[in-house]
């Protein structure tokens, strides 16, 4: 199979070909696509190096899945047109609510894959992504009637300038000297910001949205939710706090159980110091990890649950190829 990846000098996109290494998918062409300035720049994958190809010249009929990696607008600019000749799966969040587009996390909704009307299916935002691979099993059971969130956003989410912002702020600030953000609205070294996007008319960020809507849209209209979403000085991973209230009664025990069975998700949960995973150690690991389960006192069937996983992988590069695994095995009937 041909595969291309649009953005591929980006963290999502350099990310996805170390995906595709580790899994170890037959590529037989692979075509590294990013803007004018980043024409010629040489890349490795799999003991090989490939030169990177200009966007604006390059010809989409010559793979069979194409990631975009490259921000909303790329992906408005480029992807529909595109769709014509290849598989399009998009990372970004610019066709995740349209209702010809799929919008799939393969361990929650596979199914989902069978209703491709424009050629287009959607990556999910990072937060959501960790969020529902959790919700799921959960939802199947217990039946989920609200979930209030609170998020704990790394610098990555935004992209790499971010995340060197984020190095050089920290440096200016141990050398006490002035720093004027860039990346971010107030300075992001060792400071919390409680906006991520763009506000809305209602108060809500835009990333406070997308959490609503595409939770809605890969699990359950029904699901009543409400975000906080707050970026800090964390470069890779994303922790969420989360509180789920259920229309069904519910003991610790089955919840341990059912989350230590779904796919992608992995609890460590002791009650003790240190008996949780933090955003540091779950960088670079596959798995969406779960921790300080306990029940909320305060509220009839409702849970508390601290969660964390790499955005960049779970969020992002690794799921869109789960999604082209779960293309490919429909592609060849199974």
């Known amino acids: 199979m041909n595969i291309a990846i649009v953005g591929a000098t980006g963290n999502v996109g350099r990310k996805m070909l170390e995906v595709l290494e580790q899994k170890k998918l037959l590529v037989d062409q692979l075509y590294l ?17 490939y030169e990177v190809c200009n966007l604006e010249t390059y010809d989409f009929s010559k793979a069979e899945i ?11 600019q480029y992807a529909e047109e595109a769709s014509k000749h290849t598989t399009i799966i998009d990372n970004s969040s610019f066709f995740r609510m349209d209702p010809d587009v799929p919008l799939i996390v393969p361990q929650v909704n596979p199914e989902a894959i069978n209703d491709l009307k424009k050629n287009i299916i959607a990556n999910p935002n990072c937060s959501t992504a960790q969020l529902v691979i959790v919700l799921k099993p959960l939802h199947d059971e217990f039946n989920i009637k609200r979930v209030v969130l609170s998020t704990y956003q790394s610098v990555s989410g935004g992209g790499k300038a971010p995340m060197d912002e984020l190095i050089e702020q920290t440096k200016l600030f141990l050398d006490k000297k002035k720093i004027n953000s860039k990346n ?39 699901i009543e939710l409400t975000a906080t979403c707050v970026r800090v000085p964390v470069l890779v991973s994303h922790g969420e706090s989360v509180n789920i209230e259920f229309e069904k009664s519910f003991s610790l025990e089955k919840i341990h159980s059912l989350l230590n069975s779904a796919d992608g998700c992995e609890v460590y949960d002791k009650r003790e110091d240190g008996g949780y995973i933090t955003p540091l150690e779950a960088e670079g690991k596959n798995e969406t990890y779960i921790s300080r389960i306990r029940e909320d006192k305060t509220k009839k069937n409702t849970l508390n649950l601290w969660i964390v996983s790499d955005n960049l992988l779970r969020g992002a590069a690794l799921n869109a190829v789960e999604i082209a695994e779960l293309l490919i095995k429909k592609n060849n009937g199974k």
Do not use: C
């Open 66 to 76: 194409t990631f975009f990696a490259a921000g909303g607008k790329i992906s408005e």
């Open 33 to 49: 696509v990013a803007s004018p300035r980043s024409v010629g720049q040489k890349i490795s994958f799999n003991s090989k190096e």
């Open 184 to 222: 971010f609205t107030k300075q992001i070294a060792f400071n919390t910001i409680p906006h991520i996007d763009i506000f809305a008319d209602d108060g809500y960020t835009k990333e406070e949205l997308k959490m609503v809507n595409e939770t809605k849209k890969i699990i359950d209209n029904k």
